[in-house]
């Protein structure tokens, strides 16, 4: 009786593994175990020994397919992964299988979106561009501002504000003074000095001045005498023999002749030189003193 079951057991398994062996698939079919047929595999799929997979994330496979390909690049796959599909803007990277947009202040960089560096703006096209001279990356570093301060310069990616009288170049790229015959106006602006004052540098510094370009202190206008024209570094003398009506005259048609030498010798004894000095030239007269 046992020897009976054992040879029955023995015809079942040997049956069976000749069925298998019959409807045994080829790789990329697979075995519908219902009416024990091989069918291609799915595209999506993969099919080895007989069964049928679904391909991993980020891969994708053809109809008949035994394996599945990995999508490459800035690509990965669709839903169905049946292709390879490309992540098409230019400000779009892949991440987990998926299509992300690269925010405004970063920028795709070897597929990857990155924060924006020091000194550059990136708008949220993918790309990052340059600061030109004189414009800096505004804090979000999405576009290049203007340092547009007369005191203001670029220091480090920055806008910084120049000490003391210093004002900023023409590029606003560093800190630079007045030139030379201007003034420092409420420490803002450069202005040209006034005709009739004068404005040096002190200790490399330009004076300060209001928004006229006069200086605030009275130590730089022109005295009785002198005259200058805007822009001048210092006053310039009249003639011998000439001088100004008044103080903080503009220009060289102010100088005027001098008023005449008179010599007193005494309550009644007195003598006037008006020809005495003339411009470019002394002149000598002789006089005779009379006295009475």
């Keep these: 009786m046992f020897l009976n079951r054992l040879v029955l057991l023995a015809f079942v398994c040997s049956s069976f593994a000749f069925a298998h062996d019959v409807y045994a698939c080829s790789a990329g079919q697979y075995l519908d175990y219902g009416d024990q047929t091989c069918k291609e595999c799915l595209a999506g799929r993969y099919c ?29 796959a669709n839903e169905m992964r049946t292709e390879c599909v490309a992540c098409t803007g230019a400000n779009e990277y892949l991440d987990n299988n998926e299509c992300y947009t690269c ?32 414009t800096y990356p505004n804090s979000d570093r999405t576009e290049c501002v203007t340092c547009d301060g007369a005191k203001e310069y670029i220091n ?28 420092m106006n409420n420490n803002t602006s450069c202005k040209k000095c006034h005709a009739g004052d004068f404005c040096p540098k002190v200790d490399g510094l330009p004076i300060s001045c209001n928004g006229m370009g006069r200086p605030s202190s009275n130590d730089y206008r022109c005295k009785k005498g002198e005259y200058s ?7 310039t003398s009249c003639p011998i023999g ?24 005494g309550e009644n004894i007195s003598v006037s030189l008006p020809d005495c000095l003339t411009p470019g030239k002394i002149n000598t007269k002789v006089v005779k003193l009379k006295t009475n």
């Excluded at 980020?58 to 800035?74: I, L, Q, R, Y």
């Excluded at 924060?115 to 030109?132: F, K, L, N, R, T």
């Excluded at 000439?242 to 010798?265: H, M, N, W």
């Design 48 to 76: 080895v020994n007989d069964e049928i997979n679904i391909c991993p994330a980020g891969s994708v496979s053809d109809v008949g397919a035994s394996e599945c390909t990995v999508c490459s690049g800035n690509t990965y």
């Design 103 to 134: 925010p405004a202040g970063s920028y795709i960089n070897e597929g990857s979106c990155i924060s924006c560096p020091s000194g550059y703006a990136c708008d949220g096209s993918g790309s990052s561009v340059e600061c030109p001279d004189g």
């Design 156 to 183: 480090n990616g920055v806008c910084s504000v120049c000490s003391g009288d210093r004002l900023a170049n023409s590029e606003h790229t560093a800190c630079d003074n007045c030139d030379v015959g201007y003034c």
């Design 229 to 235: 024209l805007a822009g001048s570094v210092a006053c």
């Design 242 to 265: 000439y001088t100004t009506e008044y103080d903080e005259s503009v220009s060289s048609a102010s100088c005027i002749p001098a008023e005449p030498f008179k010599l007193s010798f």
